[in-house]
């Protein structure tokens, strides 16, 4: 029996829509996944951009971090400079209180030397006449010294202070050295032996004359002999030719006060 033209096409339109339907699902299918993975890529690209908004919030955290650290490191050294700065500036008021004085203070010192030069003058003029010419010798220098205008008075000031201190210091030596004497109005060579400020002697190299200062009367008195020989001893002694030993020697009683 044959069918119709109309059954005919009937069934080719079944048939079609049958292998369409599964044609359109697939599509559809199809195009979920591809949505998907667009998605997928999305959210992918989302977790990026977090994360690296994360690692450059972590790298300004630390940062700030340090930052932090560092001004608290410049507070503690601001307050040490400033404290440093404080002191500086009364240390500088200080030398501007100083370089105002120090007119007035060297107005003050030079009359000062001059009066302990002339007094350095007198005692070796009074005192016991050792090393007379080198002692008479210091003093003229400092003089000089003192009317030099290259020269600061803090140089000649301490001049000043160290030939005293050298007088100072000869009443606790011994020496011994070579000079001349005038004796019995002939001038003799002789070695003196000095012991501080309480004996000044001499001896004639031949030890044949000897003599020993007398303060108070200011004029030498002769020796014998055998005082002349302890002196003699006394020298070697003084000259570092012997070893100390216990030497007789004249010596002035003090002077009464």
Known sequence: MRGTPQSAALLAGVLAGAIAAPLA??????????AEERRIQQAQENQDRIDAIVETTRSRFDE??????EIEGLEVYNGLVQRQIDDQERQLADLRSSIDNVSVVERQILPLMTRMIAGLEQFIELDVPFLLEQRQARVENLRRLLARSDVSTA????????AWQIENDYGSTIEAYTGELQI???????????????AFMYVTPDGRLAGVWDQ?????????????EEIRRGLRVARGQTTPELLLLPVAPPEEG
């Open 64 to 69: 700030y971090q340090a930052l932090l650290k």
């Open 184 to 198: 019995d109005g002939t001038n003799r060579e002789v070695d003196f032996l000095k012991i501080g400020r309480v």
């Open 25 to 34: 699902y697939g599509q559809r299918v199809q195009d979920v996944i591809a």
């Open 155 to 162: 140089e000649q000031f301490r001049n000043v202070i160290e």
């Open 216 to 228: 108070r009367s200011r004029q030498w008195q002769p020796l014998g002999g055998a005082e002349a």
